[in-house]
């Protein structure tokens, strides 16, 4: 099975720090995502990488940054953080779009606040 | 804008009786279609694909995919209080950018 696993279910951090999210996946996957699900927005991508090194962005990067040194982990980084990046963050991975492999799996998700 | 449709519910129906769900999509180059399901508070979990047009059956539920009509419907057989959980439609869109385009998602409340 794929285990895809984020480093915090549960995350409270200040205004203004800066806030690293980490996510690891143990199938070998090329493409990985960051996610934010908000009550009536539904998902909404954040960056995906499709390689190490590589990455895109997605519908709302602003204020986001992203890091990928390992095939299998995929950082998000909130470089100041502020209260309306409070949010449910999920981070996903797949097999590859060229193998075929769209199926995305999820990680349980970090809950993030910022008071 | 490519989109993926869905009702947002709640559907309701009551235990053991087939709960329909449906989805509409706008880009026509969709190859692949995805249901997750994602209880409250938790990450969505894959429940079904599917490529091809027809039915695809597991289970208790069954996938159908029309492209001509561009819709995706998910049927789950004798639903179970279980089954309650908000039910989301993707399909990965054209030009193979390995990236998904998911709907809003529909609650189902199954009632005892």
């Known amino acids: 099975d794929v285990k895809v696993t984020q480093s915090s279910r549960y995350l409270v951090k200040r205004t203004g720090e800066k806030v690293f999210l980490e996510c690891v996946q143990d199938?070998?996957?090329?493409?990985m995502f960051w996610y934010r699900q908000d009550p009536g927005l539904g998902l909404r991508l954040i960056y995906f990488?499709?390689?190490?090194?590589?990455?895109e962005k997605g519908d709302i990067p602003e204020g986001y940054s992203v890091s990928r040194e390992k095939k299998e982990r995929f950082s998000l980084i909130l470089e100041s953080a502020s209260t309306n990046q409070t949010s449910m963050y999920l981070c996903?991975?797949?097999?590859?779009?060229?193998?075929?492999?769209?199926?995305?799996?999820f990680g349980p998700g970090t809950r993030l606040t910022v008071l | 804008q490519k989109e993926v449709e869905q009702n947002s519910g709640p559907l309701s129906v009551p235990e053991g009786a087939i709960a329909s769900l449906n989805c509409t999509y706008s880009?026509?180059?969709?190859?692949?279609f995805f249901w997750y399901r994602q209880y409250s508070g938790k990450s969505p979990e894959l429940i079904m694909f599917?490529?091809?047009?027809g039915d695809k059956e597991d289970g208790r539920f069954t996938a159908q995919l029309n492209k001509a009509s561009q819709y995706v419907s998910l049927l789950i057989r004798d639903s179970q209080p279980s089954d309650s959980a908000t039910y989301l439609c993707?399909?990965?869109?054209?030009?193979?950018?390995?990236?998904?385009?998911f709907g809003q998602g529909t609650t189902l409340q199954v009632k005892p």
């Open positions: 996903a991975s797949s097999l590859s779009a060229a193998g075929g492999g769209d199926e995305q799996f």
């Open positions: 880009d026509r180059g969709s190859q692949s």
């Open positions: 199938m070998d996957h090329e493409n």
């Open positions: 599917i490529y091809s047009n």
């Open positions: 990488s499709y390689d190490v090194k590589m990455k």
């Open positions: 993707a399909g990965n869109g054209s030009g193979n950018t390995g990236k998904l385009i």
